[in-house]
């Protein structure tokens, strides 16, 4: 697979970029393009999501910002010491990521929040890049089996080969570690799929990992 680094100007789904076309025309005020990887660029800890909400991500321009998956996840990443701060209230709100860095399967807003797998497939030359970038050793947090199947696309492996669960350890031919959650979502957390402290064990274990 050729490797790609993230454009924010790409269009390379035109379901996807007429979607943000349409958004933006509703929410002029909305970041509506490719939302870029935040966080530190030497990061050992890479996590992995879904695709911007609509009113989240697509919104402010950073990854989990503005929606309720980034409260529990924020607050999260600064209990164990990845955060310089509980709460991402928006792009330019200081917060920075310690030894983290935080991207997407799917850089692109897509309706019902739903990619469809040429999407992922196409999105996933950048996502490849973001790992090989990434010193040996280092742990990727995929939230979600849409995630853990990209970061296996992306190291170029079977899908077969590593079965998604929560909190699941991989370890992957290339030396870097895969760790599986839940995507911490609305739905998830209330319908207790994921808990507050199922979500830190994930926490406890990349921390372990990372040692």
Do not use: W
């Not at 935040?38 to 989990?64: E, M, Q, S, Y």
């Not at 992922?120 to 199947?149: D, W, Y």
């Amino acid at each position: 697979m050729k490797k790609k680094v993230f454009d924010i100007r790409c269009q390379q789904c035109p379901r996807l970029a007429a979607f943000l076309t349409q958004v933006k025309q509703e929410q002029p005020d909305y970041f509506c393009k490719p939302v870029p990887p935040f966080g530190d660029k030497n990061a050992r800890l890479l996590i992995v999501g879904l695709a911007p909400g609509k009113h989240g991500a697509n919104a402010t321009g950073r990854p989990f910002t503005g929606d309720y998956a980034g409260v529990l996840l924020y607050q999260t990443l600064y209990d164990y010491g990845f955060s310089t701060a509980p709460e991402s209230q928006h792009a330019k709100d200081g917060l920075q990521l310690l030894d983290c860095r935080i991207t997407n399967a799917v850089k692109c807003l897509p309706p019902e929040n739903k990619p469809t797998t040429e999407e992922v497939r196409t999105c996933n030359g950048f996502l490849s890049a973001e790992i090989q970038g990434m010193p040996k050793g280092s742990v990727l947090l995929a939230l979600g089996s849409i995630a853990h199947n990209a970061v296996l696309r992306a190291e170029g492996v079977k899908l077969s080969a590593y079965k998604f669960g929560h909190a699941a350890v991989h370890e992957l031919p290339s030396g870097q570690v895969l760790l599986d959650s839940y995507h911490c979502s609305r739905y998830n957390t209330q319908t207790r799929r994921l808990t507050e402290d199922m979500f830190r064990d994930v926490f406890d274990q990349a921390r372990t990992l990372l040692k």
